[in-house]
């Protein structure tokens, strides 16, 4: 049974940082992790992932700011959040599959844990 679970969300000024978590279990190295948010009243969108083997792939919007980053022994996910923006408060949610054809698109995977939420006040 595959159980992911956010962590690290809460509030900060325009410009600082944040570094959320996702503890996984049941989610195997061979599967793909990303990171979403979705903002109030918009729709879901990806904005960071990374495959078993290292690569990562992000949205425009956060390229330069945010890194993704998988801890291997227990597949536990990060995102390294910098500089943050107004524009970037939303949940934010961890989500994980096996089977894959657009990283970033949220409608590709099985698996996700129920968000965290980031606040970025100006």
């Known amino acids: 049974q595959v159980q992911l679970m956010e962590s690290g969300g809460g509030s900060v000024q325009a410009g600082g940082s944040l570094r959320l978590s996702c503890a996984t279990s049941?989610?195997?190295?061979?599967?793909?992790m990303g990171w979403f948010r979705q903002a109030l009243g918009k729709e879901r969108e990806g904005i960071a992932a990374?495959?078993?083997?290292?690569?990562?792939k992000y949205a425009d919007s956060v390229t330069g700011r945010f890194t993704v980053s998988v801890d291997a022994p227990d597949n536990t996910l990060y995102l390294e959040m910098n500089n943050l923006k107004p524009e970037d408060t939303a949940v934010y949610y961890c989500?994980?599959?096996?089977?894959?054809?657009?990283?970033?698109?949220?409608?590709?995977?099985?698996?996700w844990g129920r968000g965290t939420q980031v606040t970025v006040s100006s």
């Open positions: 990374i495959r078993g083997d290292g690569r990562t």
């Open positions: 989500a994980a599959d096996p089977k894959v054809y657009n990283p970033l698109d949220w409608t590709d995977f099985r698996y």
């Open positions: 049941g989610v195997y190295s061979r599967y793909l």
